[in-house]
C-alpha cells in the first residue's frame, strides 16, 4: 500500500491540527458545585449550613439519592423539609444543590399506576416511561383562561346529581366526620367515570396503608384503574412527601387537562394535608396561629385548589374537576380549616353521622350541602324533578321532627310523611352501584308522581330497582334524558306508565 504523500507543510498542520483536538478532548473542566453541610436531622426536617445561594422551594440532596425541599432561608442556615426518610442521614453529611424544583413524571404513562408522593412507582411493576415531568409547584391558570363550567360531572348518586349537581371544572368539597362515607362518594364518582372519557387522579394523603390497599383494590375491581392514577402517601412517611403529594397529584391532573381531557381529581383529605404542613412548620419553628397552623395555610390550599379550572375551548376546553377531602371533628363545620375550604371551593357535600347511623346512606344532609355552580350545567331532566323532590324532603324533615311525638295527623299531614319516607328510601344508594342517568331520572318521577306511595317502606328498593330495568323499554326517551332535553309531558306520562306496569308486577309475586 502506498503510504500517503504529505508535504512537510501539510504533515505539520496535521500533527498540530490533532494536538489540539486531544488537548480538546482532555482539558479538565471546572465545574462549581455548591456544597452545604447538614448540621441537624429531626423528623421530617433538617437544616443545613453553607449554601447561602439555595432558592426557596429548590431540591437539596442528601448522600444515597435522597432528597429534601429548601423550605426556610434563614442567613445562617438553611431549613430543609425531608422528602424521604431521614434514616442514615446524619449531621455532618454533605448537602448538594440541584438547581432545579421538585419535579414528577406526567402523561398516559402513569395511567394504571400507583405512585408515591413524588411521583414514584410504588406498586411493583416497573418503572415508569413518562412522556415529561411537570414542576410540582405551577402558577393556576389566568382568569382570561378559564371558561365557565358549562358540562356534567356525573357521579351516579341520586342525591348528589339531582341536588347538589357537580360540573366539569368545579371545586366540590365533601366533608364530614370520620367513617361518615366520605372516601365511598369520591370513589362511586370514579367508578362512574367508566365510559366519559374522564380520567381519574385518587390523592391518598397521610393515610393507613390498609386504608389505601383497600381503595386500589376497590377501584381495580370495579375496573377503574385502567383510566385511573393513584398517587398515594400513607401516615408513615415524612409530613413532607404527604404534603407535596397534593401538588404532585395536580400537576399530573393539569397535563391532561392542558391535552383538553377532562380529569376527576379526588384529594382524600386536605386535613391530613393541612396537618402534615403544620408538623412541617412548627419543626422549622415558623410561627404558628390559629390552631397551631402557620400563618399561610389559607394560602397553600387557596394556591393548590385555584389550579383546578376549566379551560377556554382555545386552550383546548379541559377540567379538572376537584373533591377535596375534609374530615371534621364532632360535626365542627365551623372549624378553622373546614371553614377556609369552604371558602375556596365552590359547594359542598355534608355527610352527616346521625344520618349515617340510621342507615339512611350515602349520608348526605341535603340541607347542609350546597352547589354553587353545578346547577347550570345540570341536565335539564334533572331540573324537572329537583324542585319537587328538595320540596317533598324540606317538608318531611320539618314534619317528621313532630310526628315522634304522637300526635295525630290529619290525612294531609300523613301524605307529606309518606311521600317523604318514600323519597329518602329512594334516595338511599349502596356503594359502587352508580346509577346511569335515565334509570335515575326515571325512579325520581315515578317517586314524584306518587307511584310508590302505596308500596310498603321495606319493599321501595325493590321497587326501585323494578323501575329501573323498566326503563330499557323506553330508548327514545332515554337518549333524550341523556342529550339533555327537557323532559315532556308525554316522557314523563310514559315513565310513570311503565313504573306502574313494573310495581304491579312485582306486587303480584
Ligand atoms: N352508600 C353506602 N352504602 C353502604 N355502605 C357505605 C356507603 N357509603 C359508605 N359506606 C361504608 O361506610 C364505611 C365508611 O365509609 P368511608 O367512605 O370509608 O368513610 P370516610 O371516608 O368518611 O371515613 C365504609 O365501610 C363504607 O363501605
Ligand atoms: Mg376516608
Known sequence: ??????????????????????????????????????????????????????????????????????????????????????????????????????????????????????????????????????????????????????????????????????????????????????????????????????????CAIGQRSASVARVVDDLRRCGAMRYSVVVATTEERPPGEQFVAAYSAMSIAEYFMERGEDVLLVLDDLTRHARAYRELSLLLRRPPGREAYPGDIFYIHSRLLERSTHLRGELGGGSITALP??????????????????????????????????????????????????????????????????????????????ARFGTRLDPATRKILERGRRVREILKQPQYEPLPVAQQIAVLIAVNAGVLDEIPLAQVPAAERLIRQAVAQLPEVISRIESGQPVTDQDRGSIVKIAMQAIAAFAET
Open 1 to 202: 500500500m502506498e503510504p500517503p504523500q504529505w508535504t512537510l507543510a501539510e504533515l505539520l498542520d496535521e500533527v498540530a491540527k490533532r494536538l489540539q483536538e486531544s488537548f480538546e478532548k482532555y482539558r479538565a473542566k471546572l465545574e462549581v458545585e455548591e456544597v452545604g453541610r447538614l448540621t441537624y436531622v429531626g423528623h421530617g426536617t433538617a437544616r443545613v449550613a453553607g449554601l447561602p445561594r439555595v432558592q426557596s422551594q429548590e431540591l437539596v440532596r442528601f448522600p444515597g439519592d435522597r432528597f429534601g425541599l429548601a423550605f426556610n432561608l434563614d442567613p445562617e442556615e438553611v431549613g430543609v423539609v425531608l422528602l424521604d426518610r431521614g434514616e442514615g442521614i446524619a449531621a455532618g453529611a454533605t448537602v448538594r444543590r440541584t438547581h432545579r424544583v421538585l419535579d414528577v413524571p406526567v402523561g398516559d404513562a402513569l395511567v394504571g399506576r400507583i405512585v408515591d408522593g413524588l411521583g414514584r412507582p410504588i406498586d411493583g411493576v416497573g418503572p415508569i416511561h413518562a412522556t415529561a415531568r411537570r414542576p410540582v409547584e405551577r402558577p393556576a391558570p389566568a382568569i382570561m383562561d378559564r371558561a365557565p363550567v358549562t358540562v356534567p360531572l356525573q357521579t351516579g348518586i341520586k342525591v348528589i346529581d339531582a341536588l347538589i349537581p357537580i360540573g366539569r371544572g368545579q371545586r366540590q368539597l365533601i366533608l364530614g366526620d370520620r367513617q361518615t362515607g366520605k372516601t365511598a362518594i369520591a370513589l362511586d364518582a370514579i367508578v362512574n367515570q367508566r365510559d366519559t372519557g374522564v380520567i381519574c387522579i385518587y
Open 325 to 402: 377531602i375534609v374530615e371534621t371533628e364532632a360535626q365542627n363545620i365551623s372549624g378553622y380549616i373546614p371553614t377556609n375550604i369552604i371558602s375556596i371551593t365552590d359547594g359542598q357535600v355534608y355527610l352527616s353521622p346521625e344520618l349515617f347511623d340510621k342507615g339512611i346512606l350515602p349520608a348526605v344532609d341535603v340541607g347542609k350541602s350546597v352547589s354553587r355552580v353545578g346547577g347550570k350545567t345540570q341536565l335539564a331532566a334533572y331540573r324537572s324533578v329537583a324542585g319537587d323532590l328538595r320540596l317533598a324532603y324540606a317538608q318531611f324533615e320539618e314534619l317528621e321532627a313532630f
